[in-house]
């Protein structure tokens, strides 16, 4: 294609997005699924090819993203609720594209996401690598770190996390948000009101796309789809199906459109063996798999592990440690007990790790339970603390982690006293240690002896609250008992894995080497070598 033909081509282009994006001067990916050896075929020269979309996709674009007579769209808002692997972010890149290089000018292309490493990574990312990789390149876009700039509009694309809320507003031409399920908060209320489109030009377009909100969240994204759909699902009175589209799930009120997709199967790539493996896959919960792959609302409370997992790890073989054990290196966490005294306990478990095995032994844990010791004189934070100073002087602690909502002042007392105490704070680092302490057990990486049976009572009671970025928090469903077992080894394997490399320092030098004796010749002149 010649630049005297792209010109020609540009009227057309500017018309209609699909003729566009699927054209030689469109919209690059780095890959496209072959139907005849069924899997992603990279381009051979490593350059990318044009985009091909679906064909329902190709209906619903060639109606949301064609300009009428009048060079307005049919719509100025839409949002796409679709599942995993179905081209979301490509399709927000494509738009971002050709709403930045074809309509309006000196405006903005604002991509948004509710966090800063989707604005960063996804939707901006696949924006700039379909630009660098076009041929034609050199009349589209000038790419930098934060921005592209188109040259035909002298327009402006910029990736803008939800945290910059002064960096909102502008006179935006697009404006796409990536994940609004986790819009949840007055702040993202607040910086969704700043992404309003603008009054005073002709296409000032919101596209949204994202997996469906969890059942009970609260936000914008579940205001409009309370406004569209039932309980059941099915559109709301004055939701009015789309002339041409009756049959897909795409419904339009007042100038925003939702699609909701509930077929994957019309992605060729959702095989039935591929849906198979991700519903049979441990790590992914019923939660997840039912808002990835079923597109649907699911409750963020999920069983946290089926105890047949479990069971797997217990080692008929392992034994607590005792008097003849000194000098293992170990590691533990304390869990202690916040509100009345009564209706929670305190609990501490101590692991170490084996290299040769990858494997995370359990050496010992304690349970302090009120009902079981129905003494209201009794000092559990003592007790607790006497109990880590014993595995300190009987054995090598390499640290021990704590939650300092109720234990700060005996954590100083303790790290006076030498013990290396390590603050685990509910926020962040608890959404990673119980994220991977599932994984260790669906990994078989846990090694339990089989007297740690109030420890298993503990995690059976346990839910998985899903965080929606692939994390999870231990939780407790009402009335279900107590977790404090469970939350602690989450916090010990955490620790456990801070100092892996020192567990495999000691592992190879499992004797220190004992330095040769210097004499002092002046001290045995002096002393006569009498009093050593």
């Keep these: 294609m010649e630049e005297a033909e792209i010109l020609e081509m540009l009227p057309l282009w500017k018309k209609s997005f699909v003729d566009w994006s699927m054209s030689d001067f469109g919209f690059y990916v780095p890959k496209r699924w072959d139907d005849y050896k069924q899997e992603w075929a990279p381009s051979p020269d490593g350059m990318g090819f044009p985009v091909i979309w679906v064909d329902d996709d190709i209906r619903i674009f060639r109606w949301a993203f064609t ?237 946290f592990m089926p105890m047949v997992e479990w069971d797997a790890c217990v080692d008929d073989d392992l034994m607590p440690m005792d008097e003849g054990d000194r000098g293992i290196p170990i590691v533990m966490s304390v869990d202690c007990m916040g509100g009345k005294v009564y209706s929670d306990c305190m609990a501490s478990t101590v692991r170490s790790y084996d290299p040769v095995t990858d494997r995370y032994p359990l050496r010992d844990h304690k349970i302090w339970d009120p009902r079981v010791i129905n003494d209201p004189k009794f000092d559990f934070n003592l007790a607790a603390e006497e109990y880590v100073w014993k595995m300190h002087t009987r054995h090598k602690l390499l640290a021990c982690g704590y939650d300092p909502y109720q234990f700060a002042s005996s954590a100083k007392k303790l790290e006076r006293m030498g013990v290396n105490m390590i603050e685990i704070t509910q926020m962040n680092s608890r959404a990673l240690a119980d994220t991977q302490y599932r994984n260790k057990i669906l990994g078989r990486k846990l090694r339990n002896y089989p007297q740690s049976k109030d420890l298993r009572a503990h995690v059976s009671r346990a839910v998985a609250r899903e965080l929606g970025d692939g994390n999870i928090r231990i939780d407790k469903r009402l009335g279900t008992g107590r977790i404090d077992g469970c939350v602690t080894d989450s916090m010990t394997c955490l620790i456990a894995d801070q100092y892996k490399e020192r567990f495999i320092w000691l592992a190879r030098h499992p004797k220190p080497i004992k330095l040769a004796e210097r004499k002092n010749p002046y001290y045995d002149a002096y002393w006569g070598g009498n009093n050593k």
């Design 67 to 303: 300009l009428r007579d009048d060079g307005t769209l049919p719509v100025h808002t839409l949002w796409d609720i679709n599942g995993k692997k179905t081209g979301k972010t490509t399709i927000a890149a494509a738009a971002a594209n050709w709403f930045g290089f074809f309509h309006e000018e000196n405006a903005d292309v604002q991509l948004a996401a509710n966090s800063k490493d989707q604005a960063g990574v996804r939707v901006f990312q696949q924006l700039k690598w379909s630009i660098e990789h076009n041929p034609f390149n050199f009349m589209m876009a000038e790419v930098q770190s934060e921005r592209v700039m188109f040259y035909h509009t002298r327009n402006i694309a910029r990736a803008l996390p939800s945290e910059a809320t002064t960096q909102a507003g502008g006179n935006p031409v697009f404006v796409q948000v990536d994940e609004p399920w986790g819009f949840t908060t007055a702040h993202h209320r607040q910086f969704l009101d700043e992404l309003a489109r603008s009054p005073t030009m002709k296409i000032s377009f919101r596209f949204f796309t994202s997996y469906p909100p969890y059942d009970g969240d609260d936000g914008p994204m579940v205001d409009v789809m309370n406004s569209f759909f039932g309980k059941d699902g099915r559109p709301k009175k004055g939701c009015d199906p789309i002339p041409g589209l009756e049959d897909l799930p795409i419904y339009m009120k007042d100038g925003v459109a939702v699609y909701w997709n509930h077929d994957l199967s019309k992605y060729p790539w959702h095989t039935e063996r591929y849906l198979s493996e991700q519903k049979n896959d441990p790590t992914i919960s019923a939660a997840s798999y039912a808002r990835f792959y079923e597109v649907r609302m699911a409750s963020r409370e999920d069983t």
